[in-house]
């Protein structure tokens, strides 16, 4: 369709292991919308990152086609694929993979400029660099750091920079905010989100975690076992999921154990922790006694035995 930006069909995985073939992403279908953002969710192993690094073409598929704004991109030799690989960016969940540590910020950052924009004079790029990195929330303090130097979140936004200083169309983004604590991760999402609408991005957004997916995507494709087994709109995923995989996931996402069975209900007695049904951390307490609010902080309560934390 003419909305979309990137089309694949019919595309599979297969990885040598020792004497045996695995596959790793079984004949898959995907459209990615101009604009939107894709979510793709599923445990570790479900063959989330085999399908990113093909679309990137960190690899290669074995089948089927990959159709970028219109041209059948997977059947492009090496260096006919360059004039696409800017317009196509990765973040990766350890940006010490995609930033080598021995090089500044600003180095790294004029070098990609130096390589996909040669006529660039060096006062322009250095222009460049620095409006990319204040795009990031970064000032020009940091031109002259190393990514060791920084904080795991900033070195996620330089990370981030790298990714859109060549104005690419779709940034793939595999797992990006998955090794950040709680409170950077959210920053960096809503980053991401800022970008997206102020350059109209195209966004694949990856993650094992529904929640932050659900959190960032219009759409999400929920897959495991090298297959997408849902995909729709996010709140028709959230709301009415139709796949127990999904459901399991969700639950996962939540926190939430599988609700209990009857059996189980019924040694459950008269008082008790009205979330013990759903809860994955209960023990047996929590059958028996009803918890009551308790300081486990100064100005913060919790009605748990057994808090979060602890
Ligand atoms: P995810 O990103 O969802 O965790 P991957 O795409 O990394 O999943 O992996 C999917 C499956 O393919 C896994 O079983 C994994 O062990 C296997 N796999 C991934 N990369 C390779 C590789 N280079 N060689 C062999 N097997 C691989
Ligand atoms: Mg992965």
Redesign the pocket.
Known sequence: MENDLLVLKGVKKT?K?KKDR?T?LKSTDLEIKKGEVLGLV?E???????LANIIVRLIKSDDGTIVFKGEDISTLKDHEFRRYRRDIQMVFQDPYSSLNPKKTIRYLLEECLKIHEKDMGAQKRLEVVKESLEEVGLDSSYLERYPKSLSGGQRQRVAIALALILRPSLIVLDEAVSALDVSVEAQILNLLLDLREKHGLTYLFISHDLAVVSYVSDRIAVMYKGSIVEIAKADDVISSMAHPYTKALFEASENMAPLIDNKEKKEISSSHCSFCSRCKYRKERCFKEEPTLIEIKEGHSVACFYPLGE
């Open positions: 990885y292991q695995i790793a599923g570790s192993g479900s063959g989330k990152s085999t």
